[in-house]
């Protein structure tokens, strides 16, 4: 998933995980806060829950009067009773179980107090009912001062005066309960808000933040100079694609860093090579002309074999200072073309008639097979083109390992070009040389010796000679197998 898709459903995951629990432990805590005020309070047991969460004063409503209205009823048929100090402490023991008590005044003065023993003074400031109406009608709930809230029950006494007896319930335990209960929610909302966003953070940060180490890992690997090892991350998200990016840059760094060091190990080796080169014919050439002038070669033969080493050896030096020549030339694009429309046809049969006479010389068969039927014309430099063709033969023949060896050179007409192939069964080329035989200075390692010689140049002239022409060169090559160069150049009309 995307590190995109990964924030929003961790957004989404913060808004409702938390939510759904917060109910969860809601309900529960409130249960358990109901209980309590069962426990403290006689409620009825219709109590709504919500009705607590909102507002604690509307347990008030939800207080049992089913007691009192018993008493009530017990006093409206014998209102004697009112002034019976052992029924009064009866029905007070009752009501002080749940954090309530009776009162009783006549006229206005407190004959019965029932909270007194509880909580030292009920000094409550108790109105006595004013109205006849309301005598033996239970009237509603009344506030009282503070946490006290009360319900009365008048009466007329047979002696003419009123009585009142007062319900008291003491909240003040409700209201502690229900504070408790707030904090309750706000901590355990608060609690799993933070669990929750803690949880998801960590699940989130640490699927981009391992791979993130291991990429740094890699840079200051890379910074030290090791090249051989690899960022692993299985995420398949945007973090994903920077390793595998990482991991590509890395491999193409090596490659470059290798291929540099091939190329100043063939610089070297160039080098090596040019002093030996050179030194090799030059130191001959000093001998035999040293021979010459102190009169060793005293006999016309002895002259002129002389004079022959001389020549080679100077043929020798002269091709690869001519080839280090030619290229510095083409790669300062200060090679002159004298381009030709030339009959491709015609110019192949004679150079290849040329060319059969050196190759069969060093016992390798040569074919030539023309499959273009039609005048075909093309636009070249001829020497370059000599020398391109040249170059190639003398790279089939120099890498030849085969007893039978083979050259087989064709040519066709395709898509608008003339494609010359020479085809070899020589040693071949590995897959990862052949990237690279183009390249200037470049090598393969087994020829690299002093056996085969050359600059590594051959190849490199050829390309630039081509992509002058406006054409292709290219190889397939199989090791062990054989070569196939092949040459690609428009015709014109
Ligand atoms: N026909 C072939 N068969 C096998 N290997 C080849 C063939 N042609 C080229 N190569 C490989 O490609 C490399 C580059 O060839 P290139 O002609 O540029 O250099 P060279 O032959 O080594 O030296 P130079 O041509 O400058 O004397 C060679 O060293 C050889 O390894
Ligand atoms: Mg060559």
């Not at 509307?58 to 019976?84: C, H, Q, T, W, Y």
């Not at 007194?116 to 006849?132: A, F, I, M, P, Y």
């Amino acid at each position: 998933m995307s590190i995109k898709g990964k924030l929003i459903l961790s957004n989404i995951a913060m808004f409702l995980v938390p939510l759904f629990l917060c109910i969860v432990v809601f309900l529960g805590i409130q249960n358990l806060y109901l209980k309590k005020i069962h426990s403290e309070y006689d409620v009825s047991t219709n109590l709504k829950k919500r009705s607590f969460i909102m507002n604690p004063y509307g347990e008030l409503r939800f207080i049992n009067l089913k007691k009192i209205n018993n008493v009530a009823a017990k006093l409206e048929r014998s209102p004697e009773k009112l002034e019976d100090i052992n029924f009064l402490k009866n029905v007070n023991s009752e009501f002080s179980k749940k954090n309530s008590y009776i009162i009783v005044k006549k006229e206005k003065k407190t004959i019965f107090d029932g909270g007194k023993n509880e909580s030292g003074s009920t000094d409550v400031n108790l109105k006595l009912s004013q109205s006849n109406d309301r005598i033996t009608k239970m009237p509603e709930f009344f506030m009282s001062s503070g946490e006290l809230i009360g319900r009365e029950f008048s009466i007329h006494l047979s002696d003419g005066t009123q009585a009142s007896m007062f319900f008291i319930v003491n909240t003040s335990k409700l209201f502690s309960i229900y504070r408790e209960f707030i904090t309750a929610l706000i901590a355990s909302a608060i609690l799993i808000i933070i669990f929750i966003s803690g949880l998801l953070t960590f699940f989130v940060s640490r699927s981009i933040l391992i791979p993130l180490k291991s990429l740094k890992k890699g840079t200051e690997n890379i910074k030290n100079g090791d090249l051989d090892f690899e960022v692993k991350s299985n995420s398949k998200d945007e973090i994903g694609d920077l390793c595998e990016a990482f991991n590509d840059m890395r491999k193409k760094l090596k490659e470059s860093i290798e291929l540099q060091n091939q190329y100043e190990n063939n610089r070297k080796e160039l080098i090596s090579n040019i002093s030996h080169d050179l030194k090799t014919p030059i130191t001959s050439i000093k001998g035999y002309v040293e021979g010459i002038r102190d009169g060793v070669a005293d006999t016309p033969e002895k002259m002129e074999k002389y004079i022959n080493t001389i020549y080679t050896k100077s043929q020798s030096m002269d091709y690869l200072i001519d080839e280090l020549l030619t290229y510095s030339k083409l790669d300062m694009n200060k090679m002159h073309f004298d381009f030709q429309r030339i009959d491709i046809k015609s110019y192949m049969e004679d150079l290849m008639e040329e060319i059969r006479f050196d190759v069969e010389k060093k016992k390798i068969n040569f074919s030539y097979t023309n499959n273009i039927k039609e005048k075909a014309y093309v636009k070249v430099d001829v020497q370059n083109i000599n020398r391109v063709i040249m170059n190639i033969i003398s790279n089939s023949i120099k890498y030849m390992d085969k007893k039978e060896g083979s050259i087989a050179v064709s040519m066709s007409l395709k898509e608008g070009e003339v494609i010359i192939a020479i085809k070899d069964n020589g040693k071949g080329i590995s897959k990862e040389a052949l990237n690279y035989i183009f390249d200037r200075f470049y090598r393969e390692d087994y020829s690299r010796n002093s056996l085969t010689g050359g600059s590594g140049l051959g190849l490199a002239i050829c390309k630039k000679i081509i992509e002058e022409h406006g054409g292709r060169i290219w190889a397939e090559s199989e090791e062990n197998v054989g070569t196939n160069m092949c040459l690609a150049i428009k015709i014109c009309d």
